[in-house]
């Protein structure tokens, strides 16, 4: 019976391992390896962000983007990675200036807002990146600034930046206001800089207001159910959307990553950008 336990718990760790290995791949289309292959495709896209754009834990809304038939002729890299920061956008424009793409979207700041909701948010990401600078409204704003007026500096891209999604779906919960707040931040660096804002935020926003859901989830401070979510995505045949329905979700799947329906918003956004609007006849 104890050699049966212990088989268990080890079939648990290897299939826990293979999860883990599936949601934090990192996506083969990076900058990194598009570097490498010293690629001269054109056009070029690349899609900057968090685990949002990673896709691997969330909707791949870039994947899906890649795959449009009317863009079989570009190249689309996808610079997500899971739990990213402004700052660690920040790390990657060097390599951004060597690829000079045409077009970059940025999505960013969901992880820079739930570091400020609490010291046990901010000690995960001090952990994870080693961060030794306070996360806040400011460092959110500097960093986002110095990105944007680095791409422009440094690149011929058309630079597109899109509002963070909600956090959690209750309207008057804190972590939504608080994802409404760096919403709002967003489209006033933009503004600014005089760069294209999308209003994704604002969108589903807009969009659970009149959605059928009884009952609006806020977002909780919880790890587990996010793995669960995860584990139950790469373990079952169920979508994302089946994890957020019932989950009791609307556009997301665990109150943080976008479901499909979330994704789709997003993925049309990108796209009224990259392709020439039809003339009227």
């Known amino acids: 019976m104890k050699q049966l336990s212990k088989l268990w ?42 685990s949002i754009t990673h896709g691997r834990v969330s909707y791949d809304y870039v994947d899906a983007i890649a ?26 424009l060097d390599n951004l200036k060597e690829i000079n ?32 600078d ?44 608080r994802s409404k707040r760096f919403a709002e931040l967003t489209k006033e660096v933009t503004r600014k800089e005089t760069v294209i804002y999308k209003p994704f935020h604002e969108t589903l926003s807009k969009g659970l207001e009149t959605s059928n859901l009884k009952i609006r989830k806020p977002y ?3 790890t587990w159910g996010m793995y669960w979510t995860i584990l139950r995505y790469y373990s079952t045949t169920y979508s994302w959307d089946d994890l957020g329905d019932s989950n009791g979700y609307y556009y997301l799947t665990d109150a943080i990553h976008l479901n499909e329906r979330g ?17 009227s006849p």
């Open 220 to 222: 909780i401070q919880s």
């Open 101 to 132: 793409p045409d077009f970059v979207f940025l999505l960013i700041g969901t992880n820079d807002l739930k570091a400020t909701l609490s010291p046990e948010e901010y000690n995960r990401y001090a952990s994870i990146w080693k961060l030794k």
């Open 67 to 92: 795959k449009n038939p009317n863009l079989k002729d570009y190249q689309v890299i996808n610079e997500g990675i899971n739990s990213r920061l402004t700052v660690q956008i920040l790390e990657q």
């Open 9 to 50: 718990i080890l079939c648990f760790f290897i299939f826990e391992s293979c999860v883990i290995f599936q949601a934090t791949k990192v996506p083969s289309n990076n900058l990194k390896s598009a570097l490498n292959a010293k690629s001269k495709h054109s056009p070029t896209i690349v899609f900057l962000g968090d």
């Open 263 to 279: 994704g789709k918003v997003l993925e049309g956004m990108a796209l009224e950008e990259i392709l020439p609007k039809k003339e």
């Open 134 to 177: 306070p996360v806040t409204e400011e460092s959110f704003v500097q960093n986002l600034t110095k990105i944007i007026q680095t791409i422009k500096k440094d690149t011929k891209a058309k630079l597109i930046v899109f509002s963070l999604p909600v956090l959690g779906e209750d309207p008057n919960s804190i972590p939504f206001q």
